[in-house]
């Protein structure tokens, strides 16, 4: 089954830019449905969805079995504890085993890189990442595209900088592509050992200093720190990275223009970013949450097409 | 041996180790060289092979590869590997000793070299352990594995972290003139690593091991050399800077040398693309620059030998998640087509150079009394055909092992005939 | 057109006894311009502004496996509660029925209108659901190969309806 997004979603850096519009372009009037007193609409009735969380993830597991309840999916939530997973089952069996019960799409959230690409090579079924390792996350980049968009319009020539621990980040990742081809400029701060080491051929600006990072952006992504980091050795301590690196009412109040502030969750107050930023009042912190339904709403609906074949056969009549 | 005698006829005869470069006959009588060029007649006792548009050379050593005997027979044993070595080209392999249990005493050298003999392939030489268990920390009895066979000693598989461990061995064994090998990693730059530091491991997001973590331990392990006057080879080379500092190392007349395999000096790290497990490798491949380093090092020789660190692996070993799959491939049955088709049909390398680092330069390093035409020498010839065309494919690998990333790829080059002491143990198609 | 238009207007106020509780929804993308001229006639006549809303029935199609996702998904707008309303449906071609079939499950969804009806601008048959238009503009009788499409200057740069036979370019 290929659909105007091919038959799975793995990554931002792979598609192109009409691509991410068009799924842009679909999670409107997604948006829309979710304000409706029945918030459902029949689009996928009869598909069987698997969501497959391999990694604990409150929001992104929900967000997408919202999605799919809202297009009327049949879904089933496979978390690693319980599972056969925990029983030291591969990921190839348990691709097999989901092939064998006949399911239309797989959500995927593998702690390693590349485990949603291994998962599609095997399977027929669509299947999108929600986060594999250190790779993408590409549904919250679109969902953060979306919600500079609500805010931009064109994103074209806008400065965007992503503040954090890059090189651990998936989100990070999927935004640079997502940005870079709607035709953000791109920039990254953190500590250079948060960075990775071929940052340069990403082509984004680098800052290593966030004063900097917050003259020059019109909006901040400020990455989650994972606090096994600091026990990593890769930052002294939570308390200096805040003092450093931290987004800070201080801090913004410098800047000369007002600064958008996002972040994918969940927040460490007090470590990347400060209580009355996060609640502050240019931050569209919530507003991604909605969207982020109304984005994995758009990706589910358009990957669910199907044969192009009777597509052409079905145009016969004249109702359009 | 019977009374017969074998003839090698109309081949070029090619032995760098006596600048020999000639069309000519080749007589094998009781397993030995028994005359070499121009034309030799037939008597009733001879059995004649035709040789035509083929090199005959000395046999091919390959100094590094993994067996899996004892310990995991599920994935290889010293029969199947000496015959797939067999089937490559090679009449004599030797066995790195990170089996289960580890091969760092007398009994376990003694062993190998017993199954070996009872496969009646190529000749497999063990390599002994540095250390008690690869533990890092004592040493094992070099001496008695020595005695029992052993022509090195190595913790491949692991690298020796503590320089005071290396710097010993580079002492001790100087007793038994035997090399010592390293693997060199850095273990805390390359802790986790799972390929080439860069802009492609960056965008897969998948830890990188940097070129430094091998090449500080290249140039430790030369300054050790230096210091203690042993004889270090440097395994599996990745880098263009490790490359300088072998240099830099051998410009000093310092012991040093070090050996490269066939797929750092075919892929680079692109071929990761994908998330391809046949493509994860330790140490990783690198980048095109660096492979353009380790071709022209084997061309100049400041790279001794290539050698292919065969590491077969389970069927199924290898469908994972890239991060959890497991270093390595097989080499032996392609190692001689690579270089045919990537460094001596593009004029890298000649011939002559081939033989050299795959036969030659091998049997000097390691003591082997082989990798020569000489008369009277035993009759350890490889006859390969550098025209012959044929497809990788994996299923017809006398290796238990599948894992290669050069599945379907075209190659020209293969042996036609693998003599050991006189004895053919491989012809091509059967 | 216009005159169609506008005597379909006319049927649509007898059909619902006066304008009163009634509510013109399009169907997106043409229907939507015929509510509004039809809404635009009844102000000239009447002076009274009719609600008008605009559906897009995509996601309650029952093709999606068959014919894939539309390439865009256009908006709905209901901003009135229809519970207790008069709901008219416009849309331009009634071929199948499908379309009327997904539109009407949408409604539903939205809330409980005392009654549902039917205006297309060309009825050309070939029904498979039992629908039918209670205000028709035209009857045409085609072969199902053909097409029937309709052209609204606010889309197609100029009104009217065009028959392409089978093989012919629309």
Known sequence: ?320 | MSGRRTLLRGGTLLDPSQSLQERGDLLIADGTIARAGGSIEADEHTDVLDCTGTLVCPGFIDVHCHLREPGREDVETIATGARAAAAGGFTAVCAMPNTEPVTDNQAAVGFIIRQALRAGAARVHPIGAISVGQRGEALAEFGEMVGAGAVAVSDDGRPVASAHLLRTALEYAQAFDIPVIDHCEEPTLARGGAMNEGVVSARLGLTGIPSEAEEIMVIRDILLARRTGGHVHLAHMSTRGSVELIRWGKDRGIRVTAEVTPHHLTLTEDACEGYDTHAKMNPPLRTADDVAALREAVADGTIDLIATDHAPHHYDAKEREFADAPFGIVGLETALALVVTELVKPGLIDFSTLVDRMACRPAALFHLPAGTLALGRAADVTVFDPAHEWTVEPDRFLSKGRNTPYAGRRLSGRAVYTIIGGKIVHRVGG | MDRTLRRMADEIVELNDGIDNLIIVGIQRRGVQLAERIAATIKARDDADVPRGALDITLYRDDLQTVGPRPVVGSTTLPWDLTGKCVVIVDDVLYTGRTVRAALDELADFGRPARIALAVLVDRGGRELPIHADVVGKRIDVAPTDRVDVLVEEIDGRDGVVIARRGESA
């Not at chain 1, 400020?222 to 201080?250: D, H, K």
């Open chain 1, 1 to 320: 089954m290929t659909s105007a997004l091919g038959k799975d979603l793995l990554g931002l850096e792979p598609l192109t830019p009409d691509q991410i519009r068009l799924i842009l372009d679909t999670a409107e009037p997604f948006k829309e449905i979710s304000e409706r007193a029945i918030k459902k609409v029949p689009a996928l009735r009869g598909q069987t969805i698997v969501n497959l969380f391999f990694e604990a993830s409150t929001r992104t597991r929900i967000s997408f079995e919202f999605a799919e309840k809202r297009l009327s999916a049949d879904t089933v939530n496979v978390a690693s504890t319980g599972s056969s997973v925990q029983k030291g089952e591969t990921l190839v069996d348990t691709a097999r085993n989901l092939e064998a019960m006949r399911i239309d799409m797989v959500v995927i959230r593998h702690g390693a890189s590349g485990a949603a690409r291994f998962l599609a090579d095997r399977i027929e079924s669509n299947v999108i990442n929600a986060g594999d390792g250190t790779h993408e996350h590409p549904t919250q980049g679109l969902l953060d595209l979306l919600t500079l968009r609500d805010h931009f319009g064109d994103l074209t020539g806008r400065r965007v900088c992503i503040v954090g621990d890059v090189l651990h980040s998936r989100v990070a990742r999927s935004n640079i592509w997502g940005l870079k081809k709607m035709g953000a400029e791109v920039a990254v701060c953190g500590p250079r050992s948060l960075l990775p080491w071929a940052i340069g051929e990403f082509g984004v600006t680098v800052f290593s200093r966030v004063e900097a990072a917050i003259e020059w952006a019109e909006a901040l992504n400020i990455l989650r720190l994972q606090l096994e980091r600091m026990t990593a050795g890769y930052i002294p301590s939570l308390r200096e990275y805040n003092r450093v690196f931290g987004i800070t009412r201080e801090r913004l109040d410098r800047a000369p223009r007002d600064i958008l502030i996002l972040h994918p969750g969940p927040m460490n107050r007090g470590v990347e970013i400060d209580s009355d930023v996060a609640d502050g009042p240019h931050s569209v912190i919530l507003h991604q949450v909605t969207n982020g339904v109304a984005i994995r709403m758009a990706v589910l609906y358009l990957l669910a097409g199907g044969r192009p074949e009777l597509a052409e056969a079905a145009k016969g009549g004249s109702e359009r």
